[in-house]
């Protein structure tokens, strides 16, 4: 064994423990320290009554905090405050100051992400709008809109000037009315365009709308086209009506005239009063209930009586006081 090696032994064997004792310590002192992240609220205080903030901002901010880990481990942050008391109207950009941040001893910040804030602010301003029914469908075939009502015509609202700029009414969700043969009533809540976020309705109590929506049957036209036209007059005679056919235009409701035909419109003319001329005359017309008459094409027919003329002598009285005179002088 070489002899050089134990030359000194005791001075190399301290050397050594010392060596590894201070390795242990550097090793230990590294593990003490160590980075945590942060994710801080954004808070603001002391916003002006007639402000507010429209555009959309972050509203966290994340940190990283180096320093020893017994501190680290016992630290909470979770806000950060930004105050807007002499906040004007317009964008504003915000500085994340690291002097805010109430840290214990021995701990700092790397990290700040982002390192600024901006907000827009604007007037908050109050605006009464109208109410609209979001009506969707139609009613049933026949069947028409008449009316329709709410309970609240009109509706307060509280947001920036500039959104409320382009609101002109306020609708209801979705009233569907699609078959409906009768008056359809609802309770309806009030719906805002999801790209406005900071509008606020007002009344509350109004916030549910109470809708009405009168349905009835349509009252319909219809056009009839060659329906036959007859004639009545005495008994045993007979008669001519020209044109034998009219046009007619009928209104009523559409249950009504949807099964009306041709063959249910009577027309004729009364002709009791026609003895040699022609006379020119108005038809009747006999219809089903609920059904009024428009316009008739042609408006007067004319109507003649054709019956056979019977041949009579007619004797006049002079000559009858003379044949008894003769008769008498025989």
Do not use: C
Request: aromatic fraction near 8%; proline fraction near 5%; charge should be negative.
């Amino acid at each position: 064994m070489n002899k050089g090696f134990f030359e000194n032994f005791g001075l190399k064997l301290f050397s050594l423990v010392f060596a590894i004792t201070l390795w242990f310590f550097v090793s230990g002192e590294r593990k003490t320290y160590s980075e945590q992240s942060f994710t801080l609220d954004l808070e603001f205080k002391n916003i002006p009554s007639n402000l507010i903030i429209t555009d959309d901002f972050l509203d966290k901010v994340e940190i990283r905090v180096s320093g020893r880990t017994t501190i680290l481990s016992n630290t909470r942050i979770d806000k950060y405050t930004i105050d807007l008391t002499d906040i004007t109207p317009g964008l504003s950009t915000f500085s994340i100051l690291t002097d805010k941040l109430a840290l214990p001893p021995g701990l700092r910040i790397t990290k700040i992400s982002p390192k600024e804030i901006a907000l827009r602010l604007e007037e908050e301003i109050l605006k009464k709008v109208p109410v609209r029914i979001n009506i969707i469908g139609k009613p049933a075939e026949g069947y028409k809109v008449v009316k329709q009502s709410i309970s609240t015509n009109f509706i307060a609202i509280k947001g920036a000037k500039s959104e409320l700029d382009e609101i002109t009414f306020i609708s209801t969700v979705e009233l569907n009315i699609d078959g409906a043969k009768a008056s359809v009533q609802k309770e309806l809540d009030l719906v805002v365009d999801e790209k406005y976020h900071n509008l606020t309705l007002i009344d509350l109590d109004k916030q549910n709308i109470s809708a009405t929506i009168e349905i009835e049957e349509a009252i319909v036209e219809k056009e009839f086209k060659d329906v036959p036209v007859s004639v009545r007059g005495i008994e045993g005679n007979t008669y001519s009506v020209v044109p034998d056919k009219m046009d007619i235009i009928l209104i009523g409701p559409f249950l009504n005239m949807d099964i009306l035909s041709k063959e249910d419109i009577v027309a004729y003319v009364e002709a009791e009063n026609v003895l040699e001329n022609s006379i020119r005359l108005k038809p009747a017309i006999e219809l089903p209930f609920r059904i009024d008459i428009i316009e008739t094409i042609p408006v007067l027919f004319e109507v003649t009586n054709t019956s056979p003329i019977i041949e009579k002598k007619i004797i006049e009285p002079s000559d009858t006081k003379q044949k008894n005179s003769e008769g008498k002088k025989r």
